[in-house]
């Protein structure tokens, strides 16, 4: 078989409009990993908010894996262990979080399995009610988090985030990695890490070259694993930019993507 893994970003990808995975969609997985093919799930999601995805997929039993927070933690399925994890500082977070109060933005970041801010807004509600996570709403987030955590998110109305963004690149560039997912999520993670450094670092570690995977995403967190894929690919509703380097466009995450794609590039001859 010409491609041995699939990996695919969740919200707007794999998931519909109501965050599920369609029927139709969920028996091409399964045919794809009882025919020997790895399907890994890679999100800016919290590993907490993939675990019930995961457990759906029936990926513990395949052997796959998870990349979560944007690649920062690698998770076993197999195994339920980390086999990487990247995280903040905390000195790195109090500097993001000193940057988003001259910003006015929000921030968010996670301790443990609880998300942690000093605001709440319907931004903010959105992350809450996607990972099903705990929302503690604190009076002094610096005092707050007291260690390392694995990623940062800030929010707000998408027009001004993206200058924010553009500001954020301008100021910390060499310092962390950068990416809106949402239009109102800006996601920052250590330096170096993204989806594709750690894909490539699966790849490595379980011994299959990057040509023999295929990515598949929409938005622009996806860029560093479309870029190092074998076969970059995405969902009909992909943003403009991620369609220009996907080699294969498959119907839209309300229009059965991940089948459609799996029975073209996998089992038609």
Same mark, same amino acid.
């Given at each position: 078989m010409k491609y041995k893994m699939i990996?695919?970003?969740?919200?707007?990808?794999l998931l519909n409009s109501q965050g599920k995975i369609s029927s139709e969609d969920k028996k091409a997985i399964m045919e794809a990993q009882e025919a020997g093919v790895k399907f890994v799930l890679a999100s800016g999601r919290p590993t907490y908010a993939m675990r019930d995805l995961a457990k759906e997929l029936h990926l513990e039993k395949y052997g796959s894996f998870i990349l979560s927070y944007n690649g920062s933690i690698i998770t076993d399925c197999k195994t339920n262990k980390n086999i990487l994890e990247e995280t903040l500082t905390v000195d790195e977070i109090h500097k993001l979080y000193d940057f988003s109060k001259r910003k006015n933005v929000e921030i968010i970041t996670y301790l443990e399995d609880t998300i942690?801010?000093?605001?709440? !807004?319907?931004?903010?509600?959105?992350? *809450?009610?996607?990972?099903?996570? #705990?929302?503690?709403?604190? /009076? %002094?987030?610096?005092?707050? @988090?007291?260690?390392?955590? *694995?990623?940062? @998110?800030m929010l707000e109305d998408p027009s001004y985030l993206s200058k924010v963004e553009k500001e954020l690149k301008n100021e910390l560039e060499k310092e962390f990695s950068i990416a809106i997912s949402k239009p109102f999520f800006l996601e920052?993670?250590? &330096?170096?890490?993204?989806?594709?450094? !750690?894909?490539?670092?699966?790849? +490595?570690? @379980?011994?299959?070259? @990057?040509?023999?995977v295929i990515v598949v995403? +929409?938005?622009? %967190? +996806?860029? #560093?694993? &479309? /870029?190092?894929?074998?076969? #970059?690919?995405?969902v009909e509703n992909a943003k403009p930019e991620i369609k220009e380097i996907c080699q294969f466009i498959s119907t839209s995450n309300n229009n059965n993507g991940m089948s459609n794609l799996i029975k073209k590039l996998i089992?038609? /001859?």
């Amino acid at each position: 078989m010409k491609y041995k893994m699939i990996v695919t970003d969740l919200d707007d990808t794999l998931l519909n409009s109501q965050g599920k995975i369609s029927s139709e969609d969920k028996k091409a997985i399964m045919e794809a990993q009882e025919a020997g093919v790895k399907f890994v799930l890679a999100s800016g999601r919290p590993t907490y908010a993939m675990r019930d995805l995961a457990k759906e997929l029936h990926l513990e039993k395949y052997g796959s894996f998870i990349l979560s927070y944007n690649g920062s933690i690698i998770t076993d399925c197999k195994t339920n262990k980390n086999i990487l994890e990247e995280t903040l500082t905390v000195d790195e977070i109090h500097k993001l979080y000193d940057f988003s109060k001259r910003k006015n933005v929000e921030i968010i970041t996670y301790l443990e399995d609880t998300i942690i801010s000093e605001d709440y !807004s319907s931004y903010i509600e959105v992350e *809450v009610d996607l990972t099903k996570m #705990p929302f503690e709403k604190v /009076k %002094n987030f610096k005092a707050t @988090i007291d260690k390392d955590c *694995v990623k940062c @998110i800030m929010l707000e109305d998408p027009s001004y985030l993206s200058k924010v963004e553009k500001e954020l690149k301008n100021e910390l560039e060499k310092e962390f990695s950068i990416a809106i997912s949402k239009p109102f999520f800006l996601e920052i993670t250590k &330096l170096g890490v993204d989806k594709g450094s !750690s894909l490539l670092r699966l790849v +490595d570690l @379980i011994g299959i070259k @990057i040509e023999e995977v295929i990515v598949v995403g +929409d938005s622009y %967190n +996806d860029l #560093p694993m &479309l /870029k190092v894929a074998g076969l #970059p690919a995405c969902v009909e509703n992909a943003k403009p930019e991620i369609k220009e380097i996907c080699q294969f466009i498959s119907t839209s995450n309300n229009n059965n993507g991940m089948s459609n794609l799996i029975k073209k590039l996998i089992f038609e /001859k």
